[in-house]
């Protein structure tokens, strides 16, 4: 489905995507194309959760 809501300049809109950089000032986004905004604008919505395993590690024995 296509959203054809127009967006002014300076309009406050959410978006979900990772984080893929992170400078002093600046985050890079990635929504499909990578996006550079200022670091005071973006806020953590998910805390970041390593994938879990679906088998336990097995240690060989020494």
């Known amino acids: 489905m296509i959203d054809h809501t127009k ?3 300076g309009q406050q809109i959410d978006v979900k995507g ?3 950089r ?9 929504l ?4 550079t905004v200022d670091r005071d604008k973006v806020r953590l919505v ?4 390593p ?3 679906r088998k336990a590690l097995v240690v060989a024995p020494d």
């Open 7 to 9: 967006v002014n300049r």
């Open 51 to 53: 994938p879990n395993r």
């Open 32 to 35: 499909g194309p990578l996006v």
């Open 22 to 30: 992170i400078d002093e000032d600046t985050v890079t986004i990635e």
């Open 46 to 49: 998910e805390k970041y959760r």
């Open 18 to 20: 990772e984080v893929t």
